[in-house]
Nanobody
Framework: QGQLVESGGGLVHVGGSLRLSCAAT????????LNWHRQAPTAARELVAS????????TYSDSVVGRFTISRDNDRNATYLQMNNLKAEDTAVYYC??????????WGQGTQVTVSS
């Protein structure tokens, strides 16, 4: 039974930084592309960053490019989202998501990020 567990969320001031972590268990981590999504209150879930199975390819939404960095460690079965220069509009629940080419996928339970102005 695969599982993703996020950590690292919290309260930070505008301009601050946070690093989210996501630990995976129970599946072949290196075979899954990884994504970080977020959902603010009353808003739709938004894909903010993706990374390929090898880590060589990353993509970002326009709202976070240049401020957020996604990475992964296939030896430790973990992915990370480094968030710098945080803005109030980055406030959301952040979700880790793993998806394989054949359709298997897992979601974490989410971690709250609150950016105060």
């Amino acid at each position: 039974q695969g599982q993703l567990v996020e950590s690292g969320g919290g309260l930070v001031h505008v301009g601050g930084s946070l690093r989210l972590s996501c630990a995976a268990t129970g599946f072949t981590f290196s075979s899954y592309g990884l994504n970080w999504h977020r959902q603010a209150p009353t808003a739709a879930r938004e894909l903010v960053a993706s990374i390929s199975t090898t880590g060589k390819t990353t993509t970002y939404s326009d709202s976070v490019v240049g401020r957020f960095t996604i990475s992964r460690d296939n030896d430790r079965n973990a992915t990370y989202l480094q968030m710098n220069n945080l803005k109030a509009e980055d406030t959301a629940v952040y979700y880790c998501h793993a998806k394989s080419r054949w359709g298997g996928e897992y979601w974490g339970q989410g971690t709250q990020v609150t950016v105060s102005s």
